[in-house]
Structure formats: structure tokens, C-alpha cells
């Protein structure tokens, strides 16, 4: 694993990146973007400010297989929870 | 490459083998799996409950997002302090790791406070955990994740205490690592509620 610790201009560019993908967030919401859009807006500026943290804090992209078997293990046991309590969803519907 | 070796029970490993296999580093991210299981469940059920229901634009329109999105910010700021208090770790900086925890731990206890207003708000309009499905999981989701974060900040807060230069640096930077590791799940946590909890019912 890189040990190598982050400078101060890679922690202070990190941090404007989020910040950045935060307002993109934010603004979906606060100019009424159609639903549709917005959502999308939403979920993209979301699931890239997790990349960016599990890549640049975390530091996943450096781990060994086991730490990506931990990380993504409960990710496959959440979505098989979702499958299968979606019939129930449905039927009462 | 070494060539020395570690002796394990009757087994010789390499040293650089035994080394790479940090049993703390394992023993937090099984942790945080099943930290994972919870919350990813938990908001799971919040999805396809809204689906159910139709969305949750009618209740999700009186969520104070404004104040959630300071403290996004607010804990992304507190993500970066971390990060520097690893990085003043690693070159052995006793003022600066202090310094850096220290304002993690306040950026930490801003967030609550902020928090704490924020459900101070949502009482006073009379939205509890009993007015109905999404103010029950909002409330859980929230809570469950302010607890995870007042953990954090307890951790962080005993690791200022103990930065001082009576304490080993290799030590230090270790335990530091592994409690980060926690903080900075805290903040991804935090990324999908403030998505979901927050803005989603808001976009509809």
C-alpha cells in the first residue's frame, strides 16, 4: 500500500473538488431542475464525491484484494436485500 | 525484497509478508463492512419505501437542506484537517498532528451543533419521529449516522490527548490511520444520506 501521506495543496484540492460536486448538488435542487435531471444531477454528484473520498482518503486504489472483498461484500448483500424484499414492495402495491 | 524472516508459532514468514498484513487495518474495514450492511439497509428500505409511497416530495419538502448542506461542508473541511494530521503524523509533526486533530474534532462538534439545531427546528414545526414513515427513518438515518459521529469525534479527541512525543510516532501513525479510515466512512455515510434524505425528496 502507498503510504505516502497527502500534502496540504492535495488535501486543499481535494477538498475544493468536493466542495465544487456539492454545489453542483445543490444547485439541482435549489433551481428546480426537472425531476428527472435533477436526480441524475443528484446521484452523479454524489457518487463521485465517494469516489473521490474512498480514492484519495481511503486510499482504495491502493488496498489488497481482501480490503476490496470487505468493502464490497456488504454493497452485494445490501443490493440481494433489495431484490428480495422488492415483491413485497410490489405486491402492495 | 528481504530476505529475514519473522518467526510465527513453528512458521517462517517473510518479514515483508508478515508486515503488509496489518490485523488492525483488516479488523476496521470488517468493521465498517458491516457498518456498511446497516446504513446501506437502512436506506435501502428508506428507496423502496418511497417508491412505495409514490416519492417522498410531500414530507421530504419540509427537510431543512440549506443547514445540510453546511454540514456537508462542514465535514468535508474536517475530512481535509484529517488528512493533514495524518500527513503531520507521517513527518513526525507533534504540533501539527495536535493542531490538525484539534480542528477536526471542533469541525466534528460544529456539525452536531448544527445538527442539534437543525432537530430543534424540525420539533418546533412539529415533524417527529412519530408524524409519520419518513420523519421515523429520517430521524433513524440521522440519528444513527450523529451517533457514528459523536464516536468519531470521542476517538479523535482521546488520539489529540495522546499525541504528544512520549508516544511512539510509528504508534501514533497507525492508530491515527485507522481512526481517519472511520471518519472518512462517517463522511461517505453522511454522502448518500445527504443525497437521498435531503435532496432527493426535495428534486421531486
Redesign the interface.
Given at each position: 500500500?502507498d503510504?505516502?501521506?497527502?500534502?496540504?495543496s492535495d488535501?486543499?484540492k481535494?477538498?475544493g473538488l468536493?466542495?465544487c460536486l456539492?454545489i453542483v448538488?445543490?444547485l439541482?435542487?435549489a433551481l428546480r431542475?426537472p425531476?428527472q435531471a435533477?436526480?441524475v444531477v443528484?446521484?452523479a454528484?454524489?457518487l463521485s464525491?465517494?469516489y473521490i473520498?474512498?480514492r484519495?482518503?481511503?486510499r482504495l486504489r491502493s488496498e489488497?484484494v481482501?480490503?476490496y472483498v470487505?468493502?464490497l461484500?456488504?454493497?452485494a448483500?445490501?443490493i440481494a436485500?433489495?431484490f428480495v424484499?422488492?415483491p413485497d414492495?410490489v405486491q402492495?402495491? | 525484497m528481504t530476505s529475514t524472516t519473522v518467526e510465527v508459532g513453528i512458521t517462517h514468514l517473510p518479514e515483508e509478508t508478515a508486515s503488509s498484513f496489518e490485523i488492525g487495518k483488516v479488523g476496521m474495514w470488517v468493521f465498517l463492512a458491516g457498518e456498511t450492511t446497516v446504513f446501506g439497509g437502512l436506506l435501502c428500505v428508506f428507496v423502496l419505501l418511497g417508491l412505495h409511497h409514490g416519492g417522498w416530495g410531500a414530507e421530504g419538502a419540509h427537510v431543512n437542506w440549506r443547514l445540510a448542506a453546511i454540514n456537508t461542508l462542514i465535514l468535508f473541511a474536517s475530512s481535509m484537517t484529517a488528512a493533514l494530521a495524518q500527513t503531520a503524523a507521517h513527518a513526525k509533526d507533534w504540533p501539527g498532528i495536535r493542531r490538525f486533530l484539534a480542528l477536526t474534532v471542533l469541525l466534528g462538534c460544529l456539525f452536531l451543533a448544527v445538527k442539534t439545531f437543525e432537530y430543534a427546528g424540525d420539533f418546533a414545526e412539529g415533524f417527529t419521529p412519530l408524524t409519520g414513515l419518513f420523519w421515523s427513518f429520517y430521524y433513524a438515518t440521522t440519528g444513527l449516522h450523529v451517533l457514528h459521529l459523536s464516536a468519531g469525534v470521542v476517538v479523535l479527541f482521546a488520539l489529540f490527548l495522546l499525541a504528544t512525543p512520549k508516544k511512539s510516532a510509528e504508534w501514533l501513525e497507525r492508530k491515527l490511520k485507522y481512526a481517519c479510515l472511520y471518519w472518512y466512512f462517517v463522511e461517505l455515510v453522511w454522502i448518500f444520506v445527504f443525497a437521498l434524505v435531503y435532496l432527493t425528496p426535495c428534486a421531486a
Open positions: 500500500m503510504e505516502a501521506a497527502l500534502s496540504v488535501s486543499l481535494t477538498f468536493l466542495a456539492l448538488g445543490v439541482a435542487v431542475l425531476e435533477a436526480l443528484i446521484f454528484a454524489a464525491e465517494a473520498v474512498g484519495r482518503y481511503m489488497e481482501l480490503i470487505l468493502a461484500l456488504p454493497l448483500v445490501v436485500f433489495a424484499i422488492v414492495i402492495h402495491k | -
